[in-house]
C-alpha cells in the first residue's frame, strides 16, 4: 500500500491526506507506523458530507458523527486505527499537524497548511503499518508571503502583542459588524492567500464558527 493507493481511497469519501509522518520509540501510545492525517477534499466536501445521513437525522454533531463512521471505514479497509480531533482522549492533532511537515505557525499564530492555508481543518487521522514512503515537505508559504495580510485583518484587533484575545473576539462576533465573520468565515483566516484560492464554501465556514460561537 502506497501513500497515493490510500489518498486514492480517501478521495472516495471527499477526504485528502493533508499530510503524514513517521512515528517513532517516543510515540508509545500510538505505536509504530505511519500517521496519515486526513481533512476535507475541495471543491465538493460540504456538498457531499452534509447530503449524509448524519445530517439529516436530526441528531447533533453531525460532521463529528461522519468523520468518525468513515474514518473508522477506512482505517479497517488499511488496516490501521483511527483517531480524531474531538472526544476523549485528547489528541495532539496541532502537534502532529506539524510534524507531518506541511503545516506550520502562521505569523498569526494559526496553524497553515501548504494548500488549505488557514482554512486547514483534519476530520481525523489513521496510523497504518510500516513505514510508507512520503514526499519531501514543501517550503513554508508564509516565507514567500510578502504582505501577511493576516496579521492586520483581524476586525476585533483579537490578534495582540500578548495573544489571541478569545474574549474581544466572541464580543466582536455578537455585533452586526461580525455577521460577515459568522457567515463567511474569520476575516484572519480569509485574509490569507492561500485560504483565498482554496474552494471552501461559505456554508462550511458558517458551520464551523456556529460551533466556535456557541
Known sequence: MTLVQIADFARADHLAVL????????????????????????????????????????????????????????ARRLGGTPYFPFGTPVRPFITWALRSGRAWVSPAQLLVHDTAGLFVSYRGAILVPGELDLPP?????????ATKPCLTACPADALTANGYDLPACHAFLE???GK????QGCAVRR???????????????AYHMAQFHK
Not at 515537505?137 to 508571503?145: I, T
Request: hydrophobic share 30%; with cysteine; net charge negative.
Open 19 to 74: 499530510g503524514a509522518f513517521h512515528t517513532d520509540a517516543e510515540d508509545a501510545a500510538l505505536g509504530l507506523g505511519t500517521l496519515i492525517l486526513l481533512g476535507p477534499d475541495e471543491p465538493g466536501f460540504w456538498h457531499y458530507v452534509t447530503a449524509q445521513t448524519e445530517f439529516t437525522d436530526s441528531t447533533p454533531n453531525p460532521l463529528d458523527r461522519w468523520s468518525h463512521r468513515t474514518i473508522t471505514a477506512l
Open 180 to 183: 460577515t465573520c459568522m457567515t
Open 137 to 145: 515537505p514543501p517550503p513554508k508559504p508564509c516565507e514567500s508571503c
Open 175 to 177: 455585533t452586526k459588524d
Open 191 to 205: 485574509a490569507c492567500p492561500l485560504a483565498r484560492t482554496y474552494p471552501r464554501v461559505d456554508a462550511q465556514s
